[in-house]
């Protein structure tokens, strides 16, 4: 049975996704674009699996959800280092 808070998280899901694809050129400057598109995209297939597990094969959707978020989360982890030591150098010191 689907569950109307999953279909709504899922819908959100594609109106952010069209949101990226449309501003695409304008996010080319944020750094490790690729590796947070990767994890956008990585979140966007497990939210899709829960809801298709509501419908067939529960326990297989299931696993495939949560290695999903578990990839997603270090590949946001991954952008999160990539950004903040790319921040670190542009910033001016600020000892001074």
């Known amino acids: 049975m689907i569950q109307e808070n999953e279909l709504i998280t899922l819908i959100l899901c594609l109106v952010v996704l069209f949101f990226v694809i449309s501003n695409y050129t304008k996010l080319k400057n944020l750094s490790g674009l690729k590796i947070f598109?990767?994890?956008?995209?990585?979140?966007?297939?497990?939210?899709?699996?829960?809801?298709?597990?509501?419908?067939i094969f529960e326990d297989l959707f299931n696993i495939i959800e949560?290695?999903?978020?578990?990839?997603?989360?270090?590949?946001?982890?991954?952008?999160?280092?990539?950004?903040?030591?790319?921040?670190g150098r542009n910033e001016p010191n600020r000892d001074n």
Not at 37 to 55: A, D, H, K, N, Q
Not at 66 to 87: E, G, Q, V
Request: proline residues 0%; positive net charge.
């Open 66 to 87: 949560h290695i999903c978020y578990i990839s997603s989360s270090f590949a946001l982890f991954i952008w999160s280092i990539i950004f903040y030591k790319k921040r």
């Open 37 to 55: 598109i990767i994890s956008f995209s990585l979140f966007s297939l497990g939210w899709f699996f829960t809801v298709i597990e509501g419908i």
